[in-house]
């Protein structure tokens, strides 16, 4: 009889053994005690721009949205401003104020100088940080903004050469 069979047996043995091992190790490490933390989840904010949401309210036949998401560190605001059918647009703003009034700009959305002839799709900055802030809350840490975009109390103001003051505009709400 050869010894050859034994020795594959063995080692199969010690394989097994050592798997056996691992996953006991494995399982002696988990306690439930222990609870596994998930990463904090993203916080998005939406606003639906149109004319009517102005105060006073535009006619304008041009809509569009805006979507922000906070970074997980809390210090960068990431920005999507689409539009569609805004002619010569100058620039968009976050404004302090709740809807129905009329409030200061805090930051831009989109930058200036007026967008010459039709604007449709993604305009405006990639990102806003605590270096972006004016008005009332320039100098203060991203978190200001947020707090007021938790409260709702930020619009969407989005201008054009037609309408100064705002063709397009939108309250940002917490997206549940």
Known sequence: MSTRPTSRRIARSLVSLAGALLVGAALANCSDDETVVAPTPLVKYRATLVGT????????????SAEFTLSRTNDTLFVNVTVNGLNNMRFGHFHTAAR????????????????????????????????????????????????????GGIYVNIHTDA????????QVALVP
């Open 53 to 64: 949401e102005e105060v006073p309210p535009v006619t304008t036949t041009a809509t569009g």
């Open 163 to 170: 309408n100064t003051g705002g063709e397009l505009r939108g």
């Open 100 to 151: 129905g009034a009329n409030g200061a700009v805090v930051a831009f959305v989109v930058d200036g100088p007026t967008v010459a002839g039709p604007s449709n799709g993604r305009v405006g900055k990639q990102f806003i940080t605590a270096a972006n802030l004016s008005g009332t809350l320039a100098g203060q840490p991203l978190s200001a903004l947020v707090t007021q975009l938790n409260a």
